[in-house]
């Protein structure tokens, strides 16, 4: 198993390497990005169109080049094929606590992106952004904000759905173009209900159906407000897929992914499944068996692509944290069809879209799928092989 520590001396060797250069590793590792029109506010790369990476037999191959009917646009947040409809209505970003009295959770399978990140008292809570969401049932549960999940939530434009929080938010909530839905507010408690299956705060739960009626009646416009870049993410087609490949033995195996050095309390991992191409995700809640993280649905979390952040944050008292999401330092790595990579990500604004970049310079181009993005501390550690 290899340990993954962000420190000094590991970026030390990682600048060697880059300024030696690798046997079996090209100098500009590139790949194809999926052959959807380009966007104007795209960082431009070097990248040949022509660019064929040979696919191991692992990995899965799909000509998604043509869309399944009419009427279908590729999604910003997975890159798969959706109806227009779908993909000009704002997302929502769904505050949702990861403890056992939270699981299981209504609908976070369905989810298209989902940040991870600590609470106070070293808890994670997630942040799950929907994509298709208005005919969406039960939702949640749904627990309070903190500051650091709504500039992620900015990055995709989104309406933040969440239970109040602590006072450390007031001021960013109050922004202009802060637009949210707090089941604490009475004008906008028609989006939830709270279950009798268990006790408060843990029973509540927003729908599709309510959310959208509150953002009407806000006058809140469903279509993207051009505040955040159209293009978040960049990616490879099904066709032709990311392997990793072209980076040689700097693309490190991947098939068991631990995070439990990260989110003690949960203690999830992530295990690569080669006839589908995706990671599944498990964990281990204090009072609960350890095993498949799975939604009431049935449904066990599986993703693409694994994004690790590491960021630098602050204790602000009495447990609460503060994370610098605006950086142009910190580290991380990008995982996918059981290989993984180390990046560094960039993110220089409030609603500017974070960026990953590999070792040399090149922007990553993700997979089409689903994403999961664990934030973790600077000075934690995971473990992968």
């Excluded at 509540?204 to 416009?221: C, E, M, P």
């Excluded at 068996?289 to 944050?313: E, M, W």
């Excluded at 993110?347 to 922007?363: F, I, L, V």
Aim: charged share 20%; aromatic share 12%; with cysteine.
């Amino acid at each position: 198993m290899k340990k993954i520590k962000i420190s000094i001396l590991f970026l030390a060797v990682l600048a060697v390497l880059a300024a030696c250069g690798q046997e079996d590793a090209p100098a500009n590792p590139i790949v194809s990005e999926s052959s959807e029109p380009a966007v104007p506010d795209t960082p431009q790369i070097s990248q040949p169109s022509d660019i064929q990476q040979p696919a191991s037999p692992s990995i899965v191959i799909e000509d998604d080049s043509v869309p399944p009917r009419e009427g279908m646009v590729r999604s910003r947040l997975t890159n798969e094929w959706v109806d227009v409809a779908v993909a000009d209505t704002r997302p929502i970003a769904v505050m949702i606590p990861n403890e056992a009295n939270a699981i299981p959770h209504y609908s976070l399978s369905k989810a298209s992106v989902v940040y991870e990140a600590n609470v106070e008292g070293r808890m994670s809570r997630m942040m799950a952004v929907f994509e298709d969401w208005k005919n969406l049932e039960k939702i949640g549960n749904v627990r309070s904000l903190r500051t650091y999940y709504m500039y992620w939530a900015f990055e995709w434009d989104a309406f933040i759905v969440h239970f109040g929080g602590p006072f450390f938010i007031n001021d960013l909530i109050a922004a202009p173009n802060t637009e949210y839905i707090d089941g604490n507010l009475d004008s906008d408690a028609g989006a939830f209900f709270r279950s009798s299956d268990r006790p408060a705060p843990h029973n509540g739960y927003a729908t599709g159906s309510g959310l959208l009626n509150v953002i009407n009646q806000k006058g809140y416009s469903l279509n993207y407000r051009n505040l955040a870049e159209s293009n978040h993410f960049r990616f490879a087609s099904k066709l032709n897929p990311n392997t990793l490949s072209q980076y040689g033995t700097e693309a490190k195996n991947a098939t068991y992914i631990d995070m439990s050095g990260c989110y003690p309390l949960t203690r999830c991992y992530f295990e690569f499944n080669e006839p589908d191409g995706l990671y599944y995700r498990s964990q281990h809640l204090s009072g609960s068996t350890d095993g498949p993280h799975v939604d009431a649905g049935g449904t066990q979390l599986s993703f693409k692509n694994i994004l690790v952040q590491s960021i630098r944050y602050d204790e602000l008292g009495e447990g609460y944290l503060s994370f610098q999401c605006q950086d142009t330092t910190r580290e991380g790595w990008y995982f996918t069809n059981g290989k993984g990579i180390h990046v560094r990500w960039e993110k220089t604004g409030d609603y500017g879209t974070t960026r990953y970049y590999d070792d040399y310079g090149n922007e990553v181009i993700l997979n089409t799928g689903k994403t999961m993005i664990c934030i973790i501390e600077e000075d934690d550690n995971f473990t992968f092989r």
